[in-house]
């Protein structure tokens, strides 16, 4: 058992579990990065409900959203580190995974700070629905995003995490990954999505998609409806296009979008302690 507060040893041991030869591509990060942003993406501005703080994905409610299948996956490989730690909250831990996966995936460093509890407020459970669905257009992207509080640059940035990882047609019925070299974080997704020719195709599950034959790979690379949206409206295609252009850029403003996504709906004050994590019994968790 690690003393309480010791982030270094959660972080290390999270680092030791991202190998996994048998999973996916041999690599639990990007699947880490999708239950940290969907443990934040329910949050809603106005109400001030949903967000990272509660880990509500552990129950049902949440946890069985359709949009969540297979963050299962993540969980369990998450468990030992829990385990090992048990001062250590699930909110936590699970925004502390996906940032020290982007960055040992060769992403930017994103700052993070802890204090997150895990008491689920019934009265601030996220209704289901509150997560994007990538059949949709760039109306929907909007909806979905606007209402945490982002923009449309800040949109575009965060959407270039789909450099990682790959769809499943067992959990959202779309397949395939988006890059050729799924588990190594870089702006490939914005240079794919500007240089290549994506072909609308219609999988046997009745799922659209846009795909891309790659030769090399002999696999076919594919792109999402929501993702082509980007590239085809006229606010969101200039980021598109800055961050085909510039990895220096989209990492400095990926990494900002990313660092506000984890921190919606919690209140610090200038030490950085939550103020709001006021249903907790004693307050603030150290
Ligand atoms: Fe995503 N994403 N995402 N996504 N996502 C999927 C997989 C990943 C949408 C839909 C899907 C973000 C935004 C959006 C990841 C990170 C982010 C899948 C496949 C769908 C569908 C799930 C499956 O079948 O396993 C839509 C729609 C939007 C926005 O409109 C944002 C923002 C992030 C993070 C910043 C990552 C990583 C994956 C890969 C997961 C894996 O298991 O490999």
Redesign the pocket.
Known sequence: MSNSGNYEAVAADIKKLLHQPEY?DGSAG??L??LA?HSA?TYDAETDTGGSNGAGMRYEAEGGDPAN??LQHARTFLEPVKEKHPWLTYADLWTLAGIIAIKEMDGPTIPWKPGRTDYVDDSKLPPRGRL???A?GADH?RF??YRMGFNDQEIVA??G??N??????D????HGPWVPN?TRFSNQYFRLMVELEWKPKTLDNGVKQFVHYDEDLDEELMM?P?DLALIQDKEFAPWVKKYAADKELFYRDFSAA?AK?VELGIKRDESGKIVNADNVKGGYIS
């Open positions: 996916d990007p699947v990065v999708r942003w993406g299948a297979g994007p669905d990538g949709q992207v979905i995003f965060l959407s995490a789909h990682l990882g790959r769809t499943h047609k959990r959202s019925g779309f799924p999402l929501s990313f996504l």
